[in-house]
């Protein structure tokens, strides 16, 4: 199984070099009727049987928005929670799936300085981002550095910014310190382990499935099978516990991570992707995740001199307005990848009516590093046969009455 990874790993190489020839063209083609575009519709919430892709109306900008052709998308765990309804307060379908991508500006808004026609991007949207245009507002979107593929642009923004906000911004990494990460081999998880390189004598432990190991060894300081008690292996190591532990599972690793801190540690819960065992919402297991959390004691805390917190990078932009906060973190890490000091770590690129297909591979945890939609690729005819709808069916069902600008403004959070 390690030797299937290291060749999934060389192939997607291939891949990505095989579409570095077309993905610095500056010019923007567009559809065949400039007035609509190809889009993910996520119907309804369940099963993959709820993606396809169909025609409609190509959004325009706002004032304060940028209008971004969009050329590549980022596929996350948390799309597979929104398709599955597993989120607080999801919109109501039909929706577009997606928060990051990138593209080429194509149009900017009044009173919108920074950009301009032809800027290479990377933008974080509100929904919508799984189409061929989208417009969000400037102040999720970020130039990209002219040697930045557009492959690792969508691979780049939020598995960085919530890495790094996590170790430096909440747990104040620093040298000599020690950081245990669980899914050490998604995208999440290979940005941890690049960042906590560029800081002297910090030790990785690394929490991954065994057929990623020779993939990802090289990146980590210490890497255990995520069926094996990482407990014990840890503390074989560093009888002390670790300084930092970011969890992306919850459930019944939370009370362990907890008591694996030192004095002073800090746990970070980032995701829940535990409550996520089948393809759709199962009530089970949210309440057996929920009740394996481990009932946290403000008084135990303050006896054991240990931290406890939560991060959401979508939440902080979408619903806590600190979009200077994270321009700020951007800067950093663009200044980190041009000094070669971190890239986005790429598992596979997938047409646009792929989507069911890589949505797939993460439910079965089965990538290294990111999963990318690329817009302009071509899909494998048996994949996409059953993805793909014509315009006017897909128009029959996403549009039922109502307002449809309102809909394309479907807030993250209520």
């Known amino acids: 199984m390690a030797k299937e990874g290291a060749d999934m790993t060389e192939e997607t190489e291939h891949m990505i070099e095989r579409n570095a020839g077309k993905k ?6 567009p559809s065949a009727d400039a007035k609509e575009m190809r889009a993910v519709i996520l119907a309804g919430f369940g ?3 709820k993606l396809r892709v169909a025609r409609k109306a190509m959004p325009e900008p706002r004032e304060g928005e940028v209008k971004i052709r969009v050329k ?3 596929l996350n765990f948390l799309d597979l929670m929104v398709r599955q309804g597993t989120i607080d307060n999801p919109p109501k379908p039909p929706i577009v799936p997606g928060f990051e991508c990138c593209g080429i500006v194509e149009s900017v808004s009044e009173n919108t300085p920074g950009f301009e026609i032809g800027d290479r991007v990377m933008a974080f949207v509100n929904y919508n981002a799984w189409a061929e245009v989208v417009c969000t507002p400037a102040d999720f979107v970020y130039k990209m550095p002219d040697e930045m593929s557009f492959t690792e642009a969508a691979a780049f923004s939020l598995n960085f910014l919530t890495a790094y906000m996590m170790l430096f911004e909440v747990a104040n990494l620093r040298e000599g310190m020690s950081v245990l990460v669980h899914s050490a081999g998604g995208a999440v998880g290979q940005a941890v382990a690049q960042l906590c390189s560029t800081v002297p004598n910090v030790t990785v432990f690394g929490i991954a499935s065994c057929f ?5 060894r090289d990146s980590v300081t210490h890497l255990f099978d995520r069926t094996v008690d990482y407990i014990q292996e840890v503390r074989k190591i560093s009888p002390e516990g670790v300084d930092i532990v970011l969890d992306c599972l919850c459930g019944e690793n939370t009370g362990k991570s907890l008591g694996l801190l030192k004095p002073l540690g800090t746990y970070i819960l980032y995701g829940a992707s535990n409550m996520v065992t089948g393809e759709t919402k199962s009530f089970f297991s949210f ?4 009740w394996q959390v481990e009932k946290v004691n403000p008084i135990k805390l303050y006896e054991e001199n240990k931290v406890i917190a939560g991060f959401s990078l979508l939440n902080l932009l979408f619903r806590q307005g600190k979009c200077s906060l994270v321009k700020a973190t951007m800067d950093k890490l663009l200044s980190l990848y041009e000094q070669k000091k971190i890239r986005p770590v790429v598992d596979s690129l997938w047409a646009l009516e792929e989507v069911k297909e890589a949505m797939q591979r993460v439910h079965d945890r089965g990538n290294i590093g990111k999963l990318i939609l690329d817009v302009e690729k071509s899909p494998t005819p048996l994949m996409a046969s059953d993805s793909t709808e014509t315009s006017e069916a897909g128009e029959e069902e996403e549009e039922p009455e109502g307002d449809n600008d309102s809909k394309e403004r479907m807030p993250f959070i209520h």
Do not use: Q, Y
């Open 47 to 49: 099963g993959l049987n």
């Open 24 to 29: 610095d063209a500056e010019h923007v083609e």
């Open 72 to 74: 590549a998308c980022g």
């Open 287 to 290: 309440a057996k995740s929920w």
């Open 212 to 216: 990623k190991h020779a993939a990802i």
